[in-house]
């Protein structure tokens, strides 16, 4: 197949590294677009970098796009298109109230598919011929609103080198020195939704022995978590955007995600990858991860249940099984969906 992928976003994050690695995967046994915005404010050199170098990236420019993607389209013959954001979604839509003079510019003969990396919205998701939802509860919400092909494909993880024992000691030193040390982790951006007040209030409750809270992630609610930090007393440190995400989480001890509303929890699935016991509150990824794997479940926004968690949780490596959570058995997954919105 010719597969084309369209992001357009100012942030890498969970769904920015969904549509790169699936894109990367698919690359081995299909030919791969990926169409991006490029700018002063764009992540266009870091999908640059996440990209498997098979994977033709293309700017895209937010003036006269809908043409660009239209010409784009038919000259390298695209078989699919597969959204990953509301804007490229809206971009590719039909828009029933153009006038006759206009209808070449909102015709689409490509056909279109998007991960509901959110929720369903109709304004943006109606008019595509598949739906790809990364948690069961979408496809509930989707049920008498959307009568295309639809399918369930959860979130992945992408295998990642283990570290040495001396790489190890390192990053770990980056956050304590005391070998010791408990060292509490949460990944998402600094936002409301992600509950991270939640996990501040329940860490400085539990006033656990020796154990630091390191939260990874950037946003708007910066500066008011801090000052909520300072004031708990805790130690919580605010470790900010790090690439290397990844290979952070293999020094930690235990991961919480104290999220009030998570569609996928692609965090959740690097955790286990790396035998992490977890918390997580019963958000839509929490539930369904929970239905497969041991983890701590919590109610949203429920501080003394988490502060018990806390408590009680045992601090011994796990074993999780994620082979069928692969980027490349669900890459495998979304490319028979493809066919099957094609065969349509």
Known sequence: MNIAHLLISRQFTG????ATEIASASAARHKVTFIANQGPDSIFDVLRDELDPAVDLVPVRTVRTRRFLRRLCAERQIDIIHCHDGVACRLVRA????????????RWETPRVSSLHIQYRPRSHRHFEGLIAVGKWQLKDMAGHYYGAKTHVPVFYTPHPKLK?????????EFTNDENCTLVATIGRLHPVKGHDVLIDAFAQAKLKNT??????????RAALEQQAAQSGADIMFAGHRPNVRDLLQVMDLFVSSARFEPGGMAIAEAMEVGLPIIATRSQAGIEWAEHFPITLVD????????L??????????????????????ARRIEDFYQQVLSR
């Open 165 to 173: 024992a001396d790489r190890r000691a390192s990053l770990r030193g």
């Open 95 to 106: 828009n029933p109230w153009a006038t006759p003079s206009f209808v070449s510019v909102y």
């Open 300 to 307: 949203v926004d429920d501080v003394s249940g988490l502060t």
């Open 15 to 18: 769904a920015e590294r969904y």
């Open 309 to 330: 968690a806390l408590k009680a949780v045992e601090l011994e490596p796990v074993a999780y099984d994620l082979t069928p959570f692969t980027a490349d058995n669900t």
């Open 212 to 221: 630091k809270l390191v939260i990874f992630g950037e946003g708007e609610e």
